[in-house]
């Protein structure tokens, strides 16, 4: 080792200690929320309300990275699959307690994992259908799989995947799994950061802080630094940014992306923007024909890439997103892994949009609607503008206004020509938003009636293979067919808007949208 | 004979409950999506939709839903909520007082504006004073709710800092602390209604004999006005206060999401859009018999306003 490396390590040492140092213990955050959760036991909720604060509350093996691309260890130290791919076996983190401060078995491991992966048990058990049975034995856990399954780390990182307490959650009232579930899940006992202390539905809830976490901080004492979190509920945009301007609160999410550099230029808060796996896109009917008989023009290839062609997305991104979105090239956000960066996407091309309307027998266009949620800005200020770029190639857009309920009924039936749409991953993998997107017999290729079998063959082959390096040239196919298809139109990606206090440290919202308060503190 | 009457008019609640109840019952049925759908969103497969609805009891014929909600009500147990899985009563327990609160507190406010403004008005009247009065409040009617209620906010919360930015806050200093700006600016609403009708009627009982009389008996004016002018003028105004009120329970929705107050109004809209049909027929139900309740109230004091009134 050479003196300058020597020197450089220890300025490193030296800096790496003084912000040890400097982390805050206590205190407690406020943080305003647009609307409160509905319910919170992971396994039988579906609801991002829920999902997106639950590892607060529940801990699970493995937990995603913060930058959304790989797992970390959890309540789990580390994890090896067998050769043949057909095992998994856990080893736990010793002295590990819920936050009752009782112990975390292995029992209680398989427990919790037997329930989500129950068939018929809330909407996830397919994330860990690759199960076919678990042993426990004193600080191991080996799950027994019925074929190679590459997402499971991802899976077991999942929130549906929280190891729960088995004692406390038998013991809970109710003459079912459902019943006990509502009962336990009022004041629920598990082993992430917090715990919850006090729930006003509709109004505010209090974490407070697990004082048996596992996870050590820069000051090599327990986390969380926190002493709890109050969420309020502030549904009103403008009630919830006032409320932080004047320091009632100290962080607000879902900022409108319309005020976003207003609050870059506060120098008392920090706009955050953190990267998401949200894709903003439009679905369009693929089918031959509409449900009222008619026939649809979407279903020749030429015209939906042509549609694609004629949409402006960096002028999109300006007018809808106010500067803050990127252009999507592949149906999953270029956050997701296995995302392939040679995607080129559709480029703004008007003669090409005209070229293939023309050859697609549209050379004066045709007239199609698009379904919005009522009351959206965005929605609205979306679909304005592609009306003003569509009208280039004589495509004539009408604009369908619904509420919520009524756009996802009307949806269902297959009942629309086109849709404004969103997603966001709730697993570190690539097969969910694949799984719904681009493959027929889950939901319809969310109910575009896309139907592709080769995509389909390589799909179902990446579901089985281990090798990460292959895989990821299955997916670069699957996402080279999907684009040429063009199910959809791409549009933008966004990020997830929080506006916080200057003072307040190390809070991130990973890019599958969870809230992370483990590292939160707030500086003197 | 009063308890009579008041007998009466409370088994009159009865039929229109059971009218409220069957009308509720069809009428969010007849909404496009479900409770289903609402609950799992844009992603779930036709068979957790079709297993949800199943759990919910949605896949039986509508009568015999209707059948079973009315054997729950008249246990007393409006269901429970499709989308927060808690019992509707307990949420309608919760959520309730704070409308309430917020209700009375707005009417409160709104009646010490009005009355003393529209005497004012009435008294100097066609002066720069009346037309000032009247002009603030004409535009307070105009303004939508949304638009007062963040003007105050930004101005008395955010600028001046004398109020929270909504909020319920604890305690009864707390909530009247917390729901001052929003009271005052449901109560603004309410004043600028009961001035116009208040001014006019002063200004007729003004011109009447009897208080001419009452005046050249020697009576000092403010107990003319007090006694003899504003209680003849109240009574339609009760009247008008009574209908809002009635209008304000379930009405404060904006005003409610604007403040971030965990009432009813709220959970309502929310209730709506999540399609949760028990909330929905639980809160409906608790608004008739709470409006059908102050309108007789209304009627009561409006009786002993005016005793030409009859209970018959």
Same mark, same amino acid.
């Given at each position: 080792?050479?003196?300058?490396?020597?020197?450089?390590?220890?300025?490193?040492?030296?800096?790496?200690?003084?912000?040890?140092?400097?982390?805050?213990?206590?205190?407690?955050?406020?943080?305003?929320?647009?609307?409160?959760?509905?319910?919170?036991?992971?396994?039988?909720?579906?609801?991002?309300?829920?999902?997106?604060?639950?590892?607060?509350?529940?801990?699970?093996?493995?937990?995603?990275?913060?930058?959304?691309?790989?797992?970390?260890?959890?309540?789990?130290?580390?994890?090896?699959?067998?050769?043949?791919?057909?095992?998994?076996?856990?080893?736990?983190?010793?002295?590990?307690?819920?936050?009752?401060?009782?112990?975390?078995?292995?029992?209680?491991?398989?427990?919790?994992?037997?329930?989500?992966?129950?068939?018929?048990?809330?909407?996830?058990?397919?994330?860990?259908?690759?199960?076919?049975?678990?042993?426990?034995?004193?600080?191991?856990?080996?799950?027994?799989?019925?074929?190679?399954?590459?997402?499971?780390?991802?899976?077991?990182?999942?929130?549906?995947?929280?190891?729960?307490?088995?004692?406390?959650?038998?013991?809970?009232?109710?003459?079912?799994?459902?019943?006990?579930?509502?009962?336990?899940?009022?004041?629920?006992?598990?082993?992430?950061?917090?715990?919850?202390?006090?729930?006003?539905?509709?109004?505010?809830?209090?974490?407070?802080?697990?004082?048996?976490?596992?996870?050590?901080?820069?000051?090599?004492?327990?986390?969380?630094?926190?002493?709890?979190?109050?969420?309020?509920?502030?549904?009103?945009?403008?009630?919830?940014?006032?409320?932080?301007?004047?320091?009632?609160?100290?962080?607000?999410?879902?900022?409108?992306?319309?005020?976003?550099?207003?609050?870059?230029?506060?120098?008392?808060?920090?706009?955050?923007?953190?990267?998401?796996?949200?894709?903003?896109?439009?679905?369009?009917?693929?089918?031959?024909?509409?449900?009222?008989?008619?026939?649809?023009?979407?279903?020749?290839?030429?015209?939906?890439?042509?549609?694609?062609?004629?949409?402006?997305?960096?002028?999109?991104?300006?007018?809808?997103?106010?500067?803050?979105?990127?252009?999507?090239?592949?149906?999953?956000?270029?956050?997701?892994?296995?995302?392939?960066?040679?995607?080129?996407?559709?480029?703004?091309?008007?003669?090409?949009?005209?070229?293939?309307?023309?050859?697609?027998?549209?050379?004066?266009?045709?007239?199609?609607?698009?379904?919005?949620?009522?009351?959206?800005?965005?929605?609205?200020?979306?679909?304005?503008?592609?009306?003003?770029?569509?009208?280039?190639?004589?495509?004539?857009?009408?604009?369908?206004?619904?509420?919520?309920?009524?756009?996802?009924?009307?949806?269902?039936?297959?009942?629309?020509?086109?849709?404004?749409?969103?997603?966001?991953?709730?697993?570190?993998?690539?097969?969910?938003?694949?799984?719904?997107?681009?493959?027929?017999?889950?939901?319809?290729?969310?109910?575009?009636?896309?139907?592709?079998?080769?995509?389909?063959?390589?799909?179902?082959?990446?579901?089985?293979?281990?090798?990460?390096?292959?895989?990821?040239?299955?997916?670069?196919?699957?996402?080279?067919?999907?684009?040429?298809?063009?199910?959809?139109?791409?549009?933008?990606?966004?990020?997830?808007?929080?506006?916080?206090?200057?003072?307040?440290?190390?809070?991130?919202?990973?890019?599958?949208?969870?809230?992370?308060?483990?590292?939160?503190?707030?500086?003197? | 004979?009063?308890?009579?009457?008041?007998?009466?008019?409370?088994?009159?609640?009865?039929?229109?409950?059971?009218?409220?109840?069957?009308?509720?019952?069809?009428?969010?049925?007849?909404?496009?999506?479900?409770?289903?759908?609402?609950?799992?969103?844009?992603?779930?497969?036709?068979?957790?939709?079709?297993?949800?609805?199943?759990?919910?009891?949605?896949?039986?014929?509508?009568?015999?839903?209707?059948?079973?909600?009315?054997?729950?009500?008249?246990?007393?147990?409006?269901?429970?909520?499709?989308?927060?899985?808690?019992?509707?009563?307990?949420?309608?327990?919760?959520?309730?007082?704070? !409308? +309430?609160?917020?209700?009375?507190? /707005?009417?409160? &406010?709104?009646?010490?504006?009005?009355?003393? $403004?529209? *005497? @004012?008005? %009435?008294?100097?009247?066609?002066?720069?004073?009346?037309?000032?009065?009247?002009?603030?409040?004409?535009?307070?009617?105009?303004?939508?709710?949304?638009?007062?209620?963040?003007?105050?906010?930004?101005?008395?919360?955010?600028?001046?800092?004398?109020?929270?930015?909504?909020?319920?806050?604890?305690?009864?200093?707390?909530?009247?602390?917390?729901?001052?700006?929003?009271?005052? !600016? +449901?109560?603004?609403?309410?004043? /600028?209604?009961? &001035?116009?009708?208040?001014?006019?009627?002063? $200004?007729? *009982? @003004?011109? %009447?004999?009897?208080?001419?009389?009452?005046?050249?008996?020697?009576?000092?004016?403010?107990?003319?006005?007090?006694?003899?002018?504003?209680?003849?003028?109240?009574?339609?105004?009760?009247?008008?206060?009574?209908?809002?009120?009635?209008?304000?329970?379930?009405?404060?929705?904006?005003?409610?999401?604007?403040?971030?107050?965990?009432?009813?109004?709220?959970?309502?809209?929310?209730?709506?859009?999540?399609?949760?049909?028990?909330?929905?027929?639980?809160?409906?139900?608790?608004?008739?018999?709470? *409006?059908?309740?102050?309108?007789?109230?209304?009627?009561?004091?409006?009786?002993?306003?005016?005793?030409?009134?009859?209970?018959?």
């Amino acid at each position: 080792m050479n003196r300058f490396v020597r020197m450089t390590l220890a300025v490193g040492a030296t800096l790496a200690l003084t912000q040890a140092l400097a982390v805050t213990r206590g205190g407690t955050l406020v943080y305003g929320r647009y609307a409160d959760s509905l319910f919170l036991d992971p396994v039988l909720n579906d609801a991002n309300l829920d999902i997106w604060i639950l590892t607060n509350l529940y801990d699970t093996l493995l937990q995603p990275s913060s930058n959304g691309k790989g797992v970390q260890p959890g309540l789990a130290t580390n994890y090896t699959v067998s050769s043949d791919g057909r095992s998994l076996k856990l080893t736990l983190r010793p002295g590990i307690k819920f936050a009752d401060g009782s112990a975390i078995t292995a029992q209680d491991v398989k427990w919790s994992l037997d329930r989500a992966r129950k068939p018929d048990n809330g909407d996830w058990s397919g994330s860990l259908a690759s199960i076919d049975s678990i042993t426990a034995s004193g600080g191991t856990v080996t799950l027994a799989l019925k074929r190679p399954d590459p997402t499971l780390p991802a899976a077991l990182a999942t929130f549906n995947a929280a190891i729960m307490p088995q004692k406390l959650f038998e013991a809970a009232p109710g003459k079912n799994d459902a019943e006990k579930a509502k009962a336990f899940a009022e004041k629920p006992i598990g082993s992430g950061p917090f715990v919850l202390s006090d729930w006003k539905r509709g109004s505010s809830m209090t974490l407070k802080r697990n004082p048996y976490y596992w996870k050590k901080g820069a000051d090599g004492k327990a986390l969380p630094y926190l002493d709890a979190i109050r969420f309020e509920i502030i549904p009103d945009d403008n009630t919830r940014i006032l409320k932080l301007q004047s320091g009632e609160i100290q962080g607000a999410e879902f900022i409108p992306l319309a005020r976003v550099n207003e609050l870059k230029a506060n120098p008392k808060l920090n706009m955050q923007l953190f990267p998401s796996t949200k894709v903003n896109n439009i679905l369009m009917n693929n089918r031959p024909k509409l449900n009222n008989g008619s026939a649809n023009p979407l279903s020749d290839v030429r015209v939906r890439q042509a549609l694609n062609y004629a949409t402006n997305k960096d002028a999109l991104i300006q007018i809808v997103t106010y500067g803050t979105g990127k252009p999507m090239k592949s149906y999953m956000s270029s956050t997701t892994p296995l995302y392939d960066t040679t995607q080129k996407g559709y480029p703004y091309d008007l003669a090409k949009a005209k070229q293939l309307l023309a050859a697609a027998g549209f050379a004066n266009g045709f007239e199609v609607s698009c379904l919005a949620t009522s009351g959206s800005a965005d929605d609205l200020a979306l679909l304005t503008a592609l009306q003003q770029m569509w009208g280039a190639v004589g495509v004539r857009l009408k604009i369908e206004q619904l509420d919520a309920a009524s756009k996802t009924a009307r949806y269902r039936a297959n009942d629309f020509q086109m849709r404004t749409a969103a997603w966001t991953n709730d697993i570190n993998d690539p097969s969910q938003i694949t799984t719904y997107y681009a493959i027929y017999d889950n939901v319809e290729s969310v109910h575009t009636g896309f139907k592709n079998a080769e995509l389909e063959k390589i799909f179902a082959q990446s579901q089985q293979e281990t090798s990460r390096v292959k895989r990821a040239a299955q997916y670069r196919q699957i996402q080279s067919i999907y684009m040429n298809a063009a199910p959809i139109v791409f549009l933008y990606e966004t990020p997830y808007p929080v506006a916080l206090q200057k003072n307040v440290k190390g809070f991130v919202q990973i890019p599958l949208g969870n809230n992370i308060f483990t590292e939160t503190y707030l500086d003197k | 004979m009063r308890a009579t009457y008041v007998l009466k008019r409370l088994l009159q609640i009865i039929p229109t409950f059971i009218a409220v109840m069957v009308i509720v019952f069809l009428l969010v049925r007849l909404l496009p999506g479900d409770p289903a759908s609402a609950i799992l969103g844009d992603r779930a497969t036709p068979e957790i939709i079709e297993r949800t609805k199943r759990e919910l009891g949605l896949d039986r014929p509508i009568p015999v839903q209707f059948l079973l909600f009315a054997e729950r009500l008249l246990h007393g147990d409006l269901g429970e909520s499709s989308s927060l899985k808690v019992p509707v009563l307990r949420l309608v327990a919760e959520r309730l007082p704070v !409308t +309430l609160f917020l209700t009375v507190y /707005a009417a409160v &406010l709104g009646v010490i504006l009005a009355v003393p $403004l529209a *005497v @004012l008005a %009435a008294v100097r009247r066609n002066t720069w004073v009346d037309s000032l009065i009247r002009g603030i409040f004409q535009v307070g009617l105009s303004l939508p709710v949304f638009y007062v209620a963040l003007q105050f906010l930004t101005l008395l919360g955010a600028k001046l800092a004398w109020f929270p930015i909504g909020g319920y806050g604890e305690g009864l200093g707390g909530h009247l602390y917390h729901l001052f700006l929003p009271a005052l !600016t +449901l109560g603004f609403n309410l004043a /600028a209604i009961l &001035l116009r009708t208040l001014r006019s009627a002063i $200004l007729e *009982v @003004l011109t %009447a004999e009897y208080v001419e009389f009452a005046r050249s008996k020697g009576l000092k004016s403010a107990v003319v006005m007090s006694r003899h002018v504003l209680r003849n003028a109240m009574i339609s105004t009760v009247t008008l206060l009574g209908l809002n009120v009635g209008a304000l329970i379930g009405g404060a929705v904006i005003t409610e999401s604007v403040f971030a107050i965990p009432g009813v109004g709220r959970l309502m809209i929310d209730a709506i859009f999540g399609r949760d049909y028990p909330v929905i027929q639980g809160l409906t139900l608790v608004f008739a018999v709470l *409006v059908s309740l102050v309108f007789l109230v209304t009627d009561l004091v409006h009786a002993r306003l005016d005793p030409r009134v009859e209970h018959a």
